[in-house]
């Protein structure tokens, strides 16, 4: 027997249908009344709203995203028209310890493979950021904060001259060695082509220059060097060489000022470097050492060696003891090590005779990699403990998001304070007090810069965006995967960049933020915005929105899909959707697009019980709509609002003769499929006062202590942005409902999150009573 | 209410570094008034190193905040400089507060404040230029919470003060 169940909600379908019921031997409504009422009551008086276009939170992004094309394809890959341009550099380098100047020269082969003809290259030429005609310090406001300094702070503040810091170019000159026309615009110079560089062709120049290098913890920069009380300086070297701008099928020639902030566009291609330094140092950079006999001692050789089969600890090639005895000398003649790096977007080197070198093997995937650290003694015991195990880790544990690391090796070399990655090497801080002791935080921060700055590798050095134009597509996106190495490192590290860590960026006075969407030197508050909130939107984006199956697959398929090229940031936006068929256009517009944040709460909760006794509201609207009562009281089921008074207990809904007599005419197969009978029902309305749309996250705690965890997808919102309600039927009484208990969405204002409304124990009594202790 | 300082030509460049520091200048300060103690209990959130670098430059000592050689007398520097740069008024007059101590957890350090024997708040003023002088970018959130009426809001270096009034409700 098969029974007609009818759920009505809405009042006006009510009195028609109930006719109709009347007639059949049995009827189980559920009805609703708090609902009928206010519709009918509702009285329309408002003046009619003007027309709108599509408002949705939901609707797609097709404004904002460029045009796909056959270079930059729908589905985020690259299409087969995609072209990119190689740039291979022979070069000399030399640094004069004395004088502090770095002295080079260059042989640049640039090769058009774009379809199109060149009149002219631009070469980017950052150390003319630290010009003395520089236009950063120009643009950066000043104002008055102290009314009175002392001598050292005066002197450096109004008497001293800027550091003098710009590249000086001795000569540009074609492959004949004849002078090229060239024409310097600030960080930026245009060599103008003999004739226009056919596609194909390819237009061999050259350079010599040198440069005065800045001792970076005065003049803060990202290379340089540091001098050390004993006469030795660590050379983290840089930026260094005049470098091709980025030609592509998006901006053309990206050559965007280097501000100082917005980093760098860069081709990829192969180098071949001599590095000419005094010949007691020690000297580690991209690519692979040429000459290792000629720079090595027999013994540091059969160290290597050791070191390429040891997949467990590092092994020493320079101990602190022998680094502690070069640096007490001072050799005056000099050695040249000479490296070659294929493919590689560019080129970094570091270089002192302070330096203890160790270094282990990693297993990627069946290929042996190199995990290599530098530092000076200052840097014990933290680095050798910790240095080379963290470039392991962050080697393998990319890999795994990624594709397997394509180089052959990663260098971690200690610098005071920089954390500024390269092709293969990276310059990091994290030094311990001189007494050798640190803390947690120097520890975390040393892990945290080296996973951080070795993650790079993989964006951008060889998923290798725009930085210039975003710096969130590597700072943003290195910062997600480095959540993942870092939890994998220690499973307890704070790394930062969770979604509850950008609560307190996001809910900051609207002036003060910027939409990741910006670039980056007209970005405020530039670390949470370029680095935290698109770390952590990928990260809710994978453990929260997608699942991590689905996740990993697509950012895995976008990372292989631009390993090697140039992705913009709909390249990524679309081959997440494409690779995981889940439309991501609404967070993407929300957390990429806006300064929205996000706000859930628990506006109200009512609750019902069941009863057979019409109660007064049902009898009231029996009666508006003119339905006799009794004609109706053994059909219904009837919902209380409210807890049963003392006097009147609870009765278990099963206890209800309507159902009873129902449930009685069952089947036994249809008895077995049905549900446990609910006694408490709950009509919870959520509400949001935050502009993002992001899944509803909610705990339901029942009276026996369980608790049940309700995931809703973020079209929850789709139909109403402000407010939801949902109805629970639960056979068990609900005292708890507490949204987002995970804080997994960056909810900015948990006082709204748990019904009833908690009171939570202050961190000041806390505190006070840890003293009284 | 100036004070000493020695902010350098350094500091002024915000970090140009491809830091991991994912650098912000804010601070969080909770401001509870608790009816049964008839006192105000202030916990004020702040970063480590943007403290230490502020008492450094100010004291021209080097602090080691959170490390085995902070030095000793590290809470006295801090207490100076919480009255220098953070003011109370309560009622329409400054009010003397207790500096009880400080907790670290992470890269973040808790000050614990504290203002006994207040029978009734009618009006109550913060100022809070904690950190401006070295850091132009700081801002100071202060969030009120006075006989359950609530209000915060954002101190600059443009706005470093506001007021919350209660008796006229």
Known sequence: MNMPQLKLSIFGAYNRNLQKMKKLGYLFLSILFITATSLAQEVEKKERKPGHRNLSKFRQLKQELPTPNKQHTASGAPGYEYTQQQVDYVMNISIDEDTNKLYGDQVITYHNRSKDNLEYLWVQLDQNMRARDSKTPEVKASSFNSIFNDPITFTENYLKESFDGGFNIEYVKDAQGKDLSHMVNRTMMRVDLPVPLVSGATFVFKMKWWYNIPPYIEVNGRSGYEPFPDGNNNYTIAQFFPRLAVYNNVEGWQNMQFWGRSEWALEFGNYDVKLTVPADHIVDATGELQNEKEVLTKEQRKRWELARKSFKDPVFIVTQEEAEKAEKERSTKTKTWHFNAKNVRDFGFASSRKYIWDAMAVNINGKSVLAVSLYPKEGNPLWEEHSTRVVANTLEEYSKMTFDYPYSKAVSVHAAKQGMEYPMISFNYGRPQPDGSYSDRVKNGMIGVITHEVGHNFFPMIVNSDERQWSWMDEGINSFVEILAELDYDPNFDTGNLPKDIVAYMSIDQDQLSPIMTQGDNVFNFGPNAYTKPAAGLYMLRNTIMGPELFDHAFRTYSKRWMFKHPTPADFFRTMEDASAMDLDWFWRGWFYSTDYNDVGVKSVKSYYTTDKPTEKAIAELKRYNLPLENYKDYLIFFAEGEPSANEILKKTTDIQVLKNYMSRLSESEKEELKETPNYFYEVTYEKPGGLVLPLIVDITYEDGETERKSYPAQIWNKNDAEVKKVYATAKKITNILVDPDLETADIDMTNNSWPKKKQDSQFDTFKKELKN | ?169
């Not at chain 2, 502020?54 to 100076?80: A, G, M, V, W």
Request: charged content about 30%.
């Open chain 2, 1 to 169: 209410m100036h004070t000493i300082k020695k902010y350098t030509f350094l500091l002024l460049i915000i970090p140009l570094l491809s830091f991991t520091l994912h650098k912000y200048y804010l601070s969080l300060t909770k401001i509870d008034y608790v009816n049964e103690s008839k006192s105000l209990q202030i916990t004020m959130r702040i970063f480590i190193d943007d403290l230490e670098s502020t008492l450094n430059k100010i004291n021209n000592k080097s602090f080691e905040l959170d490390t085995k050689t902070e030095l000793e007398d590290s809470n006295i520097y801090i207490e100076n400089y919480l009255f220098e740069q953070f003011k109370v008024s309560i009622n329409g007059s400054i009010s003397k507060y207790k500096y009880l101590g400080k907790k670290y957890e992470n890269d973040v350090v808790y000050l614990f404040i504290e203002i006994k024997n207040i029978s009734e708040i009618k009006s109550i003023e913060i100022k809070n230029r904690m950190l401006m002088e070295t850091f132009p970018e700081q801002q100071n959130i202060i969030k009120l919470n006075i006989n359950n009426k609530k209000k915060s809001f954002i101190l600059t270096t443009k706005n470093d003060n506001d007021l919350l009034k209660l008796q006229d409700r």
